[in-house]
């Protein structure tokens, strides 16, 4: 059999579609792509992170208890339930929309995270009730969808933009759509800083030790509300812009079977032509059926290690990263950024909290993001977490043993602030885990596993790595929440049992970071590869091309060439052993019955 077949013409056109995006030059839909998928991790991050600003908000209003002479705050399961909520939808986000990404296309339920956001974000500032439990309730239940849109776009928009990268930045621009979480972070504390500011002036009230009722005005309520509505506007106006956008190549070229429309997609974006001819749309649809899956053994024996390798990191980062506020009540005191609760108002609180995580956000988590944007594509992203977790580690072990000395102690005259210690050293340690955190492991994590995969899996297995690392952020939040409070009885923080203390949760966290240092040799490097060389989808290519060239030379037909390679016959016999490729019995029990 000679000549090209409607099967060979489709490959080639494939492959030169997938080339010519590997190879393309930075152009305006690539930075256009940055910004659509950018939006939704700006998203992303404003609802996840705008809670911290007013939950002590939430707990003066719903919570405040005349007995105890003091502010009112969230419960523990309460505190848990509201922060804790977001995280457990956005883990089950992460997994459905991660399957649901390969199954269906990314554009297909791209825009559905959108929705839910958008919905979810509006509900949230809507929540209802007669009562603190009623209020609470359906907040909670609203966070959870809002944290099930989040967690699609995990997946989803790093597959897509590493599926239209091409392979000489694709680091930075995937990197780049990450990075947008920690401007996300910095505008849920400015907004909190204007609508406290412009409350404040208006309902201007007393601290709490002045008049403990007056200290909380009523009108306050809309702060919270409206600090979570805000969350829908960019997912609002990136909306139109994102079901517009074409199916990646890949998908369509490799998982749809379809290179004339994955031509003509690429064509209307790269300004290029492809010689796809109309019978392309012939595609190889039972050699398909041959590709592995997610639980063959073949995937073991090649991604296997890859997956934990992404699991485990990302997991070890979370647990670590989403553990920070342990000792951030104590940085804030202790450089008087924060007062005790009793000498501040309501609003005045929101404020002061804004503020504090608007500074920490502008000098030590936006830089790391960016720094890792422009540096990933140059020394690659295995060195980027290597390093991260490195200090990571080594930040926290020097927490660890000189913790109380660079804190201090509660000043004699008030227990709320802390005198002696090093305070400059103390937040700038602070800083740096932070600044590492984002400039290693937090932005590579989320890179890596959009490289390694086969595009039939890439999403599910990005979207069950994030998983695993939104189940280390519970780990973090919570687990060490509760593992942080005194060993003493009497010492813990109103409504939480003992602990293990806070030193010895330091020491957890270190020995967390360096867990992760050492499961990242698991990970390779990804620097410069296209994404099917990768994930050995080039490689298989070549492989099915050589067996059929070997079936041709026997004199078979194009359709026994389609069964043996739907039944791997072609790799186990035409391939694995040559000499036997002229045996009837071994390539074609059929051959003599056509007079072949």
Known sequence: MTGATAHDVDKNVGREVLNALDKAKTQGYHFKSI????????????????????????????????????????????????????????????????????????????????????????????????????????????????GFGIGGDYPLSATIMSEYSNTKTRG????????????????????????SSIFDAAFSRPAFNVDPIRSTPPQADYVWRLLFMFGALPAAATYYYR????????????????????????????????????????????????????FSAEFARRHGTHLVGCCVTWFMLDVAFYSQNLFQKDIFSAVGWIPSAKKMSALEEVFRIGRAQALVALVSTVPGYWVTVALVDTIGRFIIQLQGFFFMTLFMFVLTFDYYNLR???????????????????????????FFANFGP?????????????????STCHGISAAAGKAGAIVGAFGFLYASQSAHEGKQDHGYPTGIGIKRSLLLLAITNCVG????????????????????????????????LQIQRAGFIEDT????????????????????????????????????
């Not at 930075?172 to 204007?194: D, E, N, P, T, Y």
């Not at 990242?520 to 099915?544: H, I, M, Q, W």
């Not at 052993?577 to 007079?595: A, F, I, K, Q, V």
Request: with cysteine.
């Open 35 to 146: 910004i659509i998928a950018g939006m939704g991790f700006f998203t992303d991050a404003y609802d996840l992170f705008s809670i911290s600003t007013v939950a002590k908000l939430l707990g003066r209003l719903y919570y405040y208890d005349p007995a105890l002479k003091k502010p009112g705050t969230l419960p523990p399961n309460v505190a848990a339930a509201v922060n804790g909520v977001a995280l457990c939808g956005t883990l089950a986000g992460q997994l459905f929309f991660g399957w649901a990404g390969d199954k269906f296309g990314r554009k297909k339920v791209y825009g559905i995270t959108l929705i839910l956001m958008i919905f979810a974000s509006i509900a949230s500032g809507l929540s209802f009730g007669s009562s603190a439990t009623g209020v609470m309730t359906t907040l909670c239940f609203f966070r959870f969808w809002l």
């Open 517 to 548: 240092f050492f499961f990242t040799f698991l990970v390779p490097e990804t620097k410069g590869k296209s994404l099917e060389d990768l994930s050995g989808e080039n490689e298989d290519a070549e492989r099915r091309m050589g067996c059929k």
């Open 243 to 294: 079901i517009r956008m074409p199916e990646t190549a890949r998908y369509t070229a490799l998982i749809a079977k379809d290179t004339e429309k994955a031509a003509k997609d690429m064509e209307k974006v790269l300004h290029v032509h492809f010689d796809a001819e109309k019978q392309t749309q012939v595609t190889d649809k039972k050699s398909a059926q041959a590709e592995y899956g997610l």
């Open 561 to 596: 060439y389609l069964k043996l390679a739907a039944s791997n016959t072609c790799d186990q016999v035409a391939c694995s052993h040559p000499e036997d490729e002229t045996n009837p019995s071994l390539l074609n029990p059929s051959r003599d019955e056509h007079g072949m």
């Open 442 to 458: 937090n932005s590579t994590t989320f890179i890596i596993p959009a490289e390694l995969f086969p595009a039939r899996l890439r």
């Open 172 to 195: 930075a621009f995937v990197g780049a759509v990450f990075a947008m979480q920690g401007m996300g972070i910095l505008s849920a504390a400015a907004v909190a800083i204007i609508l």
């Open 408 to 434: 201090g102690q509660p000043c004699p005259t008030d227990s709320s602030k802390f005198c002696g210690g090093n305070h400059l050293a103390f937040i700038s340690i602070y800083a740096l885990t932070f």
